[in-house]
């Protein structure tokens, strides 16, 4: 993906996103056999008993006017607004595809990456394994991006296990959104694209309680955020999923969406890192969206970084 990224960014761009490839270190949690339980070999966690130097019982925060909080939040949001109405990349969709595309693409400073997420908590399924379980199992070779993101796991031959897929999903977080060149826009819909001359050319925004609300409501008009290219992570066909591609499809610049295919966990993953890609010009397709429009098989309890 960050080849086709490249190609349609270059022109624009001061540098390459193949100038910013992975590092992939870090050391994998060894195991001594197939089946049984394996545990971290980390130093175990110490709890300190020590009193805080400071005293709980006179703690008292700062004054601050309320007035003061709500001009903070508003300067600084209608800043990134302004900021991210023209940028580089724009992420549809804040999974576990959609973050890990823009923790990559945002390795490259000189790339500005906006991403749009419905929900109020980013994350899509990744906060969960199968059935509401709590472990996130990641096939090899994916867990050399596990390394570089310095996550501990459970190693056996063929995968290994995160203890919780919340901690996946939160680390990834935290790493890409401290970064100065990327803005997550959450509880924002996209609603549309924005197409010029055939080449998908950014995306139409609104909040997304009032995208849930427009036949309650009177007309409520939507924004917009121009980008050089759309990555859309859509997920699934949902109410809110596969919006790209059904999109797509019913303005006619692609025939179908087929739809994902039962489950095959061994196809899955594969089919649909082989066919990420640029589907119509400006708009790149990932995730289990790429499933949606391929007829890909689907895949449980597994994680796609």
């Given at each position: 993906m960050a080849s086709t990224l490249t190609s349609s960014?270059?022109?624009?761009?001061?540098?390459?996103?193949?100038?910013?490839?992975?590092?992939?270190?870090?050391?994998?949690?060894?195991?001594?056999?197939?089946?049984?339980?394996?545990?971290s070999t980390s130093p175990a966690i110490t709890m300190s008993l020590t009193q805080p130097s400071y005293d709980l019982q006179s703690f008292k925060f700062q004054p601050i006017k309320e007035s003061i909080v709500s001009r903070?939040?508003?300067?600084?949001?209608?800043?990134?607004?302004?900021?991210?109405?023209?940028?580089?990349?724009?992420?549809?969709?804040?999974?576990?595809?959609g973050l890990s595309c823009a923790y990559e693409l945002s390795k490259n400073p000189s790339?500005?990456?906006?991403?749009?997420?419905?929900?109020?908590?980013?994350?899509?399924?990744?906060?969960?394994?199968?059935?509401?379980?709590?472990?996130?199992?990641?096939?090899?070779?994916?867990?050399?991006?596990l390394d570089e993101l310095e996550i501990e796991y459970d190693e056996a031959d063929n995968y290994?296990?995160?203890?919780?897929?919340?901690?996946?999903?939160?680390?990834?977080?935290?790493?890409?959104?401290?970064?100065?060149?990327?803005?997550?826009?959450?509880?924002?819909?996209?609603?549309?694209l924005i197409v010029k001359g055939g080449r998908v050319s950014g995306v139409v925004t609104n909040w997304a309680l009032v995208s849930m609300n427009h036949d309650t409501q009177s007309c409520m008009d939507p924004n917009v955020m121009e980008a050089k290219v759309v990555?859309?992570?859509?997920?699934?066909?949902?109410?809110?999923?596969?919006?790209?591609?059904?999109?797509?499809?019913?303005?006619?610049?692609?025939?179908?969406?087929?739809?994902?295919?039962?489950?095959?966990?061994?196809?899955?993953?594969?089919?649909?890192?082989?066919?990420?890609r640029e589907i119509v010009p400006g708009m790149i397709v990932t995730g289990m969206e790429v499933a949606e429009i391929d007829g890909a098989p689907r895949m449980v309890n597994l994680r796609l970084p």
């Open positions: 960014l270059s022109i624009n761009l001061k540098s390459s996103f193949l100038d910013h490839k992975s590092s992939f270190h870090g050391t994998p949690i060894t195991t001594t056999g197939r089946f049984t339980p394996i545990k903070e939040m508003t300067r600084r949001y209608m800043t990134d607004m302004v900021t991210y109405a023209d940028t580089d990349v724009v992420v549809v969709g804040a999974g576990s595809a790339v500005r990456v906006a991403i749009i997420e419905q929900s109020v908590s980013p994350g899509g399924g990744a906060w969960l394994g199968g059935q509401l379980f709590s472990a996130m199992i990641v096939r090899k070779p994916a867990h050399r991006f290994v296990v995160i203890k919780h897929a919340a901690l996946f999903t939160s680390t990834i977080m935290s790493k890409l959104l401290a970064r100065p060149n990327v803005k997550l826009f959450n509880a924002v819909a996209a609603e549309d990555v859309s992570s859509c997920g699934h066909d949902g109410p809110f999923g596969a919006t790209g591609v059904k999109r797509l499809k019913s303005i006619g610049m692609i025939d179908s969406v087929p739809g994902m295919k039962a489950l095959d966990m061994n196809a899955a993953e594969d089919a649909i890192v082989r066919l990420t």
